[in-house]
């Protein structure tokens, strides 16, 4: 899968503080049950757990090619990056329990 462009959102919310329901647009990220998601599309209401059929995409079960400026938030080993300012190029790799990124 590849991603141009997210926006971290935070903690998943099915209503808003008004009591509407929260819409989610496509690239926002969130986190719900220790898990990280992507809105695929627009999203109303309707929790990540319910999956790809409503929208939201698990980045803990895929592999991830970032095309962004910014550090993707909680990379996955074997995901990968390509900073467009600088036009590098990194792949997510784990060593002795460590994970960072290495340019290839």
């Known amino acids: 899968m590849k991603i141009d462009y997210f926006n971290f959102i935070g903690d998943f919310k099915t209503n808003t503080k008004g009591g509407s329901q929260y819409c989610y647009k ?26 790809e059929k409503t929208g939201w995409i698990s980045l803990a079960n895929k592999q991830v090619f970032y095309e962004t400026n910014e550090e993707p938030f909680y990379p996955n080993v074997g995901d990968e990056w390509f900073k467009k300012d600088t036009g590098v190029h990194y792949k997510r790799i784990e060593n002795d329990s460590n994970e960072f990124w290495i340019e290839v």
């Open 26 to 51: 496509k690239g926002d990220v969130v986190y719900y049950e220790g898990k990280t998601f992507i809105a695929s599309k627009t999203i109303m209401g309707l929790s990540p757990l319910l999956g």
